[in-house]
């Protein structure tokens, strides 16, 4: 719709919405972060075309890390327990044994999580050290586990 000014200037009226509420801006962010990604992992028979990453900034994440012990086998589930407690006195943790190690992985990239800690035989049997995944770069650490906090400290 054109219209004109006093002079028969023409030009495009447009209004600008100032309200803005809490369920515009989550909105907001969620569409910002909602991203689709060619397969990042797995082997063949268990890829997708697309994964749903959603790419919320470290500081929205309502779950800030996940634990997740490698198997569903006692004694990992009981470090992962202990490394859970300890992390979730500070953050949102979420533990999540239910799967295969790739699917759990997907699942929190699909809810936002930022991190993931795998409790592996590794870590009960040699170095006490889990596997730290970034969800945006996909960057893997070993980390001791009594330096999980400050690992953390220094990245959310």
């Known amino acids: 719709m054109n219209y004109a000014d006093e002079n028969k200037e023409k030009f495009i ?4 919405e100032v309200s803005m ?9 969620l569409i910002d972060a909602y991203t689709e990604v060619e397969t990042r992992s ?7 075309k697309v994964e ?8 929205l994440a309502p779950i800030k890390v996940a634990i997740l012990p490698l198997f569903k086998k006692e004694p990992l589930q009981e470090s992962a327990q202990k490394v859970f407690e300890t992390l979730s ?3 949102m943790c979420q533990y999540d044994q ?14 936002g999580t ?3 800690v795998t409790v592996d035989f590794e870590t009960i049997e040699k170095d006490n050290s889990v596997t730290v995944r970034d969800r945006d770069t996909m960057k ?3 980390v001791k586990i009594e330096e999980l906090e400050k690992y953390f400290e220094e990245r959310l």
């Open 13 to 16: 009226p447009w209004v600008q």
């Open 21 to 29: 509420g809490a369920d515009r801006a989550v909105l907001m962010f």
């Open 42 to 48: 797995g082997d063949d028979d268990s890829k997708h």
């Open 52 to 59: 749903v990453v959603l790419k919320l900034h470290k500081d």
């Open 89 to 91: 006195a500070k953050w």
């Open 98 to 111: 239910t799967g295969s190690i790739g699917k759990r992985y997907r699942r929190q990239d699909e809810i």
């Open 114 to 116: 930022p991190y993931c």
């Open 140 to 142: 893997q650490d070993r």
